[in-house]
């Protein structure tokens, strides 16, 4: 018992000893400022697509009440 004690307690000390040393001793690095740049507005979406896809749907609708 007294021996799993004190491995308990050298595994313990050793994981924890180990955030002792996260930093180091080297100079900081200085990172370069971002520089925000102004971006172009987005394209307009084509309506195209939209009115193709109503195209679509009333076609759908036109057969479908035809059916009956």
Do not use: C, H, K, Q
Request: negative net charge.
């Amino acid at each position: 018992m007294r021996i799993t004690t004190t491995l308990a307690a050298a595994a313990s000390i050793a994981v924890l000893s180990t955030s002792a040393f996260a930093g180091g001793m080297s100079e900081e690095v200085m990172e370069a400022p971002v520089v925000m740049e102004e971006a172009a507005p987005a394209p307009a979406g084509s309506s195209t697509a939209t009115i193709i896809v109503l195209g679509v749907l009333a076609a759908a609708l036109l057969y479908a009440a035809s059916e009956n």
